[in-house]
């Protein structure tokens, strides 16, 4: 697309918080510390960045437009401009990499993949227009099943390029029934917490598809296109699904699963590290819990037993105001904060898991869910708190 281009290599990436944990540089994968994401918004330095080649480049703004095509019956290009006099919409959603908490995962067989702790995800308030008013322009409805010419599933192309792809473009779909519904959110995105995009998080404009793994959330939009069949890039059809613990790399096949969109209920503990000391008395166990396709959070328990006995956390998104998950005020698409102010034993085992609204619950052993490329590590979150000695005081 004229005015955006994709750089051969790594000499023009944009500056990155020194605070980062930085899990590969090139392409630059990295997460903060899990402290941050204590605050319902998280801040854009803190966001996650996620990439599979050089952070493309914009030399002229002006230029810059996106294509919608493929099997509709008026095709148009779109400038950034005429995106941004669309209806404009602001949805509170939370992006996951389906690999978050893989390096947890990784501890009981190794697996394939970037190494993340529990901070691959993030919440923001993303402001743009409607996916489902942009196909209106192409003469798709609102809540469509296929296009006049037969499409059922819109593919987003991106400038990124990438090995896996061939030196091609990241791509990805998602089924135009929940492109052309309203309710689903979906975004072509220009602004994140009220700021434009910067760069790792897809500037000039992007895709948001609330409740759905992020790899589906295309950055640095080139092209959309309406097609018959499921998108078959990479990312699709060799990556992102989910197989059994018994499927290894030597009878692996692809085929035989579907690409994973949604993502199951999730938690993490963010205020306590893997292995850690706590002062003695009360201790705050605090963290975050979300669940795909618009599913609230029904509960979260918290451990100090290693899941002998719980106690029910607070849950809460903006305000400490007290969650409830039908509320009419509630960021359906976003995570919950939970917090809970107990004792800690002497050698606890802290656990946390999440219930959402049609009763998922996390398993409670990684085993059970391991796959080889290490996706949707959504165990129990355990970590070891003991605590520090206490210091006798003199009368001396």
């Not at 605070?19 to 998280?42: D, G, M, Q, W």
């Amino acid at each position: 697309m004229p005015g955006l281009r994709a750089p051969a290599d790594y000499s023009e990436e944009p500056p990155r918080h020194p605070s980062l944990k930085v899990n590969a540089k090139e392409p630059f994968n990295a997460e903060p510390h899990r402290s941050a994401l204590l605050s319902y918004i998280t801040p854009i330095d803190f966001f996650y960045k996620r990439n599979h080649g050089p952070i493309p480049v914009v030399d002229d703004i002006e230029r810059y437009g996106v294509s919608v095509g493929g099997l509709v019956k008026k095709p148009i290009e779109l400038s950034i401009f005429e995106i941004r006099k669309l209806p404009k919409y602001n949805v509170v959603a939370t992006l996951q990499c389906a690999g978050n908490r893989r390096t947890a995962m990784s501890k009981t067989r190794t697996v394939k993949g970037v190494g993340w702790d529990v901070a691959a995800i993030g919440n923001a308030i993303w402001g743009g227009a409607k996916l489902a008013d942009v196909l209106e322009l192409v003469g798709i409805s609102h809540s469509s099943t296929y296009s006049p010419l037969g499409g059922k599933h819109v593919e987003f192309v991106s400038i990124d390029k990438c090995k896996e792809e061939n030196g091609g473009p990241y791509k990805a779909s998602i089924p135009i029934r929940q492109a052309t519904n309203p309710e689903d959110d979906v975004l072509l995105a220009y602004e994140m917490n009220g700021e434009t995009l910067n760069r790792d998080h897809g500037f000039p404009l992007r895709v948001i598809v609330p409740g759905v793994i992020g790899a589906r959330s295309v950055k640095w939009l080139d092209s959309i296109n309406i097609i018959e069949e499921e998108c078959q890039g990479f990312f699709m059809q060799k990556d992102y699904k989910m197989f059994p613990p018994s499927v290894n790399w030597d009878n692996i096949n692809w085929f035989t699963r579907k690409a994973q969109m949604d993502f199951p209920v999730q938690s993490a503990i963010c205020t306590l590290e893997d292995v850690d000391v706590v002062k003695p008395g009360k201790v705050t166990i605090a963290g975050y819990a979300v669940s795909g396709g618009g599913r609230g959070i029904e509960r979260v328990d918290v451990s100090v037993d290693g899941g002998k006995t719980w106690l029910e956390a607070e849950r809460y998104q903006r305000g400490n105001i007290p969650y409830q998950s039908d509320d009419v005020h509630t960021d359906k698409w976003a995570w919950v904060l939970f917090k809970a102010v107990i004792d800690i034993p002497e050698n606890a085992v802290v656990v946390a898991k999440a219930v959402d609204t049609a009763s998922n619950v996390q398993p409670d052993n990684v085993e059970v869910i391991w796959n080889l490329r290490g996706i949707l590590n959504t165990s129990w979150h355990k970590v070891q708190a003991r605590r520090a000695p206490q210091v006798a005081i003199s009368n001396l």
